[in-house]
Every structure is written in structure tokens, then in C-alpha cells.
């Protein structure tokens, strides 16, 4: 634990910490059950899959509270991470010709990082403009200078868009440690587990009760996301925003609005990485994280939500 | 003590290779089982061979021989090392003024020692916009003076581009290797339909993708 985090941050952690523990335990004895009752009829592929996945978010709670634990270093340390995986997943599929060798290796190597390193300083002022102004502009360059036109418009859009949701919005995450909250300071690291929290048991809400209540799809066949289950999602979700009010700056009826607004543009990102995964004919966009896809798969509602959570964070509540 | 250093520089190899493309093996046609293999793939990239190494399973990595170019393997001298110590590549000269032994009794010889191979039949990296070269005769001498070790097409797949020919920097992008279903040189058959059939066999693990991709690949 880093000497600036005020103890009650961390007791705060801990107690976020201790609770997901609870719901996983939970919900992992109910796995074990449906297993051992099914058993008898062999083993059930919608229950493997589903036991597959409590295995990853034990892995994803434990990384999570341990990086918020350790503070800032922690969290652009993990989102580095992700970030760099979810780039690699999104540019595999993306048009590309030996042309663009430059603009990648500039993208990986360059970019990237530079990001990271920008959030890690609290340049808030350029972190926020670096990927859409000199990224934007140079990496076409790059390509250009290397004369293969054909595709040019895609090639170059679909590399810009990959940085966009895989390095600008996802830095935004650990971003918001460097946040200067009125009349809380050393608490901005919570703001972190709110946003995650608050999308991601949304997303598991809207899931499980699409699955079971679904009738109406969201986008027909792009997605199977339902009407029903994202009305049970903005539900969990609301009411989590509320709950978690405490963690944050925000009064109870301003976190469950928040709450209810970073929601649904998770929803919405879904849908549109959903989208593009179709346009490319994939079922997921990776395969590191066993029963959930790529890094993509697992992070696209938070990462559509960051910088919008971000900024309105900053708007109303910054010092 | 050489052994020891060639062995953690394999290691380490593999190591880099997994953080940089997180390669995937798609064992669609064959188990990872310690069984006798002639993997047969495509050939586009210098990263190709240290990316079929990587996804092979340690034990069958500790059996399996690369056959390779001397011409560029002996080059220099950290060739030299990666190339027969670390790969324990079985080199064979291309250049026929140069063959000292017959190539096909070297590879065989390996095959008797018991060793799985991995051999890239276009016999030279594939610069054209085909996804194969025709294949030389090579692969089906192999096949005849062995035929009942399995040939297992081996598709590498984005390999090209990660690294393209000319490149020295690889871009960290997802790769993947398939492992289609074995086959075996039939009686009686003649080389061209051999060649012809086998290098079908490897263009139909080729992953479908858009046509814009395909074109710009």
C-alpha cells in the first residue's frame, strides 16, 4: 500500500473487495450444485460454460483489488496491460497492407505507450487530445509515405478506431486516479471500482435475464442483448449505482443517475464492438480469457463508458 | 553447456513470441499427442518457425526438428547458434552446387532417430499474393521413403503480417497455427497429384476472411 492512500480508501477496497468474494461465492456454490445435479446426465455445456466464466472474474476481482490496493502505479500497470491485449485483438482484424508496417509498429510501440505514460503523469490536458490530434494525423503519414493506396480510407479509419476503443477510451479507466475530487482526496481510486462494478454486474444482469425473459433483440441479429434484459440491467445497474454511493463524490440520487447513464453507453458499446465482430466474422475477439473471448469481449461496455464517466466526473465534481 | 544455453534461448524465444502474438494453436484435424508427425506449412515470414515452435506443446517441441536453409542459417554466427542449436534445425543447402549429401536421406535419417519434422515444402518464403507456391518435390520423396509417418498440414495464419518479408520489427498481432487432419502418400500415386493434393489440404485450413482483407493481405 503506497503511504498517500488514506487508510479509509483502502478499508473502502476491502470491503468492495470482500463483498464481490461473497457474491462469487455464492454463485460459484450454485455452479457447483447445477454440476453435481446435472452430472448424472453427463456434463452440460451451457453449465461448463458458465463455471468457466466464475473462474475468470475470480481471476479479474483478484487482479482488480489488488491494483487498486497498490494505487495508481497499480491500476495503469493492470489497464496497460489490457489495453495492450485488446489493441492486439482489435488490429488482427483490421484491413492493413505491408504499407502500414510504420503506422502499426508506430500504433504498438509509440502510441501505446506514450498514453500510459500521460495518465501516469496527470497530464490530463494532453492525455485527452494525444490519440485524436497526433496520433490521428501522423499515423496516416506513415502510411502514406510508403505509397499503397488501395484501401487507403479503411485501412487508416480502421487502424484510428482501434486506438480509439482500445487505448484512448481504456486509458481512461486508470485516468481517473489522477481526478481532483472536491472535498475527497485519495478517494478518486474508488471511482474506478464504481465504474467497473456498476457496468460490469449490469452487463451480467442483462445477461442472465436475457436469457431467461429475452423476447424482443436490441439490434436483431448483431447481438443477442434483448429489451428485456437490458431493462433488468439498468435495474441492477441503477440500484448498484446507488448502493456504491458511498465510494464516490457523487450524492445518493447523483450515483444512481450516473450510475444509470454509463449503463446504458456500455450497452451501447457492446453493441457496436458486437458489430464489428460480425462485419469480420468472428464469434470473439481473442481467446485469453477462458469462457469470455479476448480482452475485447470482456471490457467493451467499460471502455465505451470510461471517458464519458470521466468527464462528467470532472465537469461536475473536479476541483 | 551449450546444450543448456541453446535450451533457455529456446525457451526465452518462445517466451517473446507468446507476449508478442499470443500465437494460437488450432489443433483442428490432430490431437497434441507424442505421436511420429511431418508437419508440412506455409512459408511467408522468418517468424514463421519460431511461431510453430512456440505453440507446440514442450514435449512435442523437445522431439520435433525444423528442416531449414543453410544458406541463410550458417550465414552468420548468432544464426548459427539459434538455427542448429536452439531449433536443432536439420540444415539442408539449396543451392545444389553446394550439397555435400543427398537432403532426402538426411531428412529421413532424422526420421529414423525417431524425430518429428517440420518442413516449409515451397522451399522458400511465398513473396507472391497466392496464399501457396507450388511445392517441390521434397515433400513427397519425404513422404515416399516413409509413408506411414502422418503428414499433418500446418496453416500459419497473419503470420505475414506480424513481420513482412524485408521487416525487421514484428507488430504484436493475435497469429494463429492449424493443424488439419493427416494424410499419407496413397499407392501408386504420382507426385504432382501427391503435391497437388497436399497443398490443397493446407490452403483449406486457411481461415475464410472479407474480401476487402483478402485483398489487402
Known sequence: ?319 | MRRILANIAGQLLALFAQFITAPRADWRGIEPTARQRIYFANHTSNADLPIVWTVLPPALRRVTRPVAAADYWLKTKARAFIGPEVFRAILIDRRSEHQTEDPIAKIVAALDEGASIIIFPEGGRNRSDDPLLPFKAGLYNIAKARPEIDLVPTWIDNIASVMPSGEVIPVPLGCTVVFGSPLHVTEGESKDAFLTRSAAALTALMPMRDPGQEAAS
Open chain 1, 1 to 319: 500500500m503506497i503511504p498517500d492512500m488514506p487508510t479509509e480508501t483502502s478499508t473502502s477496497i476491502v470491503v468492495l473487495f470482500g463483498a464481490a468474494c461473497a457474491l462469487l461465492i455464492v454463485a460459484t456454490i450454485a455452479g457447483e450444485i447445477l454440476r453435481y445435479r446435472l452430472a448424472r446426465h453427463g456434463s452440460h455445456p451451457t453449465v461448463e460454460t458458465y463455471v468457466t466464466r466464475l473462474h475468470s472474474w475470480w481471476g479479474l476481482v483478484f487482479l482488480l483489488a489488488i491494483a487498486l490496493l497498490v494505487g495508481r502505479s497499480g491500476v495503469i500497470l493492470l489497464f496497460a496491460f489490457a489495453s495492450f491485449a485488446a489493441l492486439r485483438e482489435f488490429l488482427t482484424l483490421t484491413r492493413k497492407t505491408k504499407a502500414d508496417h510504420w503506422a502499426l509498429i508506430a500504433a504498438f510501440y509509440v502510441v501505446f505507450p506514450v498514453q500510459y505514460l500521460l495518465v501516469w503523469m496527470g497530464a490530463d490536458g494532453l492525455f485527452s487530445i494525444f490519440v485524436p490530434v497526433y496520433a490521428f494525423l501522423i499515423l496516416p503519414i506513415l502510411s502514406v509515405i510508403r505509397g499503397d493506396g488501395r484501401d487507403f480510407l479503411s485501412r487508416v479509419s480502421e487502424t484510428q478506431w482501434g486506438l480509439m476503443i482500445c487505448v484512448f477510451c481504456a486509458s481512461h479507466i486508470p485516468a481517473l486516479v489522477t481526478l481532483d475530487i472536491e472535498g475527497s482526496t485519495g478517494r478518486s481510486v474508488l471511482l474506478i471500482a464504481f465504474l467497473v462494478l456498476v457496468v460490469q454486474l449490469g452487463d451480467l444482469a442483462e445477461y442472465y435475464t436475457g436469457r431467461r425473459f429475452g423476447k424482443k433483440r436490441l439490434a436483431s441479429d448483431l447481438s443477442p442483448k434483448t429489451r428485456e434484459g437490458v431493462f433488468y440491467g439498468t435495474l441492477a445497474a441503477t440500484g448498484l449505482g446507488l448502493l456504491l454511493f458511498w465510494i464516490t463524490p457523487f450524492t445518493p440520487w447523483a450515483a444512481a443517475l450516473i450510475a444509470l447513464i454509463i449503463y446504458l453507453i456500455g450497452v451501447g458499446g457492446s453493441l457496436v464492438l458486437s458489430a464489428i465482430k460480425h462485419d469480420r466474422g468472428v464469434k470473439s475477439w481473442g481467446h485469453l480469457i477462458p469462457g469470455q473471448g479476448g480482452f475485447v469481449d470482456q471490457m467493451d461496455s467499460v471502455v465505451f463508458a470510461a471517458p464519458v464517466f470521466f468527464h462528467l466526473t470532472r465537469y461536475f465534481y473536479g476541483a
